[in-house]
């Protein structure tokens, strides 16, 4: 089976290195992919939402399965456009189509969707900018912090949490009336504050069964002791401590199971990953978001745990033929913690040389935002490196993760210095 992965992160580094080593896999193709997936298989310069390029390299290479990493190629439909294609009928994609993306693409899809099948989530209302009194007297309903997020796709900065009613109100018109985050804020979701410890849950579904995949957590601020800006994430530990087996079963039971049997109900397919941001609040699970795609940096942990072969779950899921398949894991714990460029969220400078990546060892560098030029690797965007030990126990994955990152260098480098360190005491 040819294999094309659309994406250039740390996550589709750790898929398409684990995707190679399916007997299944012929060639691996990785669009655009980064210095790292060089090492793996063929980088293409196709752009995944150019989909009439992606089409020509399906036909040029003989494409049998497209795995799809980011959002925004499932939110633009890659899937519908090639189902329309009849050319493509025996190509298989790991992504939902247009309808099923909206779990993602759309916040007020997703809480409506949630309110249908009674899935646990914050109380929430949505407004437009013509509702802007309706939405004003909405939001003092609540206690702070409020929560703001933007209906659409906004990068990853789409959601505001504010501890003052005023600045909320007023951060509010700016989405609203001023389009702070452009058609992403036509509309705008109001929701209640959870107060919780948070998860990643991930399930392969093809629309009728499912895998749950390891889960994991993920450390989104920049700063130690979960401070500063929001990042796209900056480590992750996998299992999570306090995912114990009653816990699991309650987010099998209210989330998972209703999340699939609610798409099979309105009558959207769907063929992917689903990856459940859950909050845990007292014991119980509570849907933060949906995405429809693995988490980056979690599958950079979540993948290494798996040992089953990965390309033949992907397969099944695509055939859906998932009814029966098992998922094996690791027992052992993975670290994962992220190499990120000076100046990050922020402005950050590119092409620095990246020394230390060359060393013998079993611990994965997994390539972020890097690329080649003149035989040196060099950083090409803010996270750059995924380091990620497995271990017995989580102390001993963290402290591996650490000492080969200790290893690595790069002028600005910065990496947060607590990844797991609230289970570690
Ligand atoms: P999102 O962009 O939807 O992932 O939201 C960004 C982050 O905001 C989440 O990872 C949470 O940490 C936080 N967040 C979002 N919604 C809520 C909520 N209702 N209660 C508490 N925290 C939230
Ligand atoms: N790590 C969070 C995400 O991938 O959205």
Redesign the pocket.
């Known amino acids: 089976m040819n294999v094309l992965i659309l994406g250039a992160g740390g996550r589709e580094h750790a898929l398409a290195r684990k995707i190679a080593e399916s007997p299944s896999c012929g060639h691996l193709y990785i669009a655009q992919g980064n210095a790292g997936t060089a090492k793996e298989g063929t980088n293409l310069q196709v752009n995944p939402e150019d989909f009439d390029a992606v089409a020509e390299a399906v036909r040029k290479h003989a494409v049998d399965l497209i795995l799809v990493g980011p959002e925004a190629p499932l939110v633009k439909g890659i899937r519908d456009y090639f189902e329309a294609l009849p050319e493509f009928d025996a190509l298989r994609i790991i992504g939902p189509g247009k309808a099923g993306a909206q779990l993602e693409g759309s916040k007020d899809f997703a809480k409506a969707f949630m309110a249908r099948h009674d899935i646990p989530t914050a109380r929430y209302g949505t407004f437009t900018a013509a509702e802007l009194k309706e939405a004003e007297t909405f939001l003092e309903t609540f206690e702070p912090p409020y929560v703001l997020k933007a209906d659409g796709l906004a990068g990853?900065k789409g959601v505001l949490i504010l501890d003052n009613l005023d600045e909320a109100r007023r951060q509010l018109g700016l989405m609203l009336r001023d389009a702070k985050f452009g058609v992403a804020s036509l509309k705008v979701v109001i929701e209640a504050f959870l107060d919780g410890i948070e998860l990643?849950v991930f399930a392969l579904t093809d629309g009728t069964d499912y895998v749950l995949l390891p889960e994991a957590k993920?450390y989104?601020r920049i700063g130690e002791g979960d401070t500063g800006l929001n990042t796209?994430?900056m480590g992750a530990v996998s299992p999570v401590p306090f995912s114990d087996a009653a816990f699991s079963e309650k987010v099998k039971q209210r989330i998972v199971e209703p999340t699939v049997r609610g798409l099979a109900a309105e009558g959207i397919p769907y063929f992917g990953f689903i990856f459940f941001g859950l909050i845990k609040v007292n014991g119980d699970p509570f849907v933060i978001e949906y995405?429809v795609r693995m988490?980056?940096?979690?599958t950079e942990a979540v993948v290494p745990r798996i040992s089953s072969d990965l390309l033949e779950l992907l397969k099944a899921a695509a055939d859906g033929k998932l009814s029966g398949k098992k998922i094996e894991f690791d027992p052992r714990h993975a670290a994962t913690v992220m190499a990120v460029s000076g100046g990050y969220p922020e402005s950050y400078g590119k092409g620095k040389k990246i020394s230390g990546l060359n060393i013998p060892s079993d611990i994965s560098v997994y390539h972020a935002g890097t690329a080649e030029k003149d035989g040196d690797t060099i950083t090409a965007g803010g996270r750059v490196l995924a380091v990620t030990a497995l271990g017995e126990n989580l102390k001993q994955a963290v402290d591996d993760a650490y000492a080969r990152m200790s290893t690595i260098e790069f002028e600005g480098l910065y990496v947060r210095r607590d990844i797991g360190g609230e289970f570690i005491g």
């Open positions: 990853g990643s993920d989104k796209g994430g995405n988490g980056d940096p979690e």
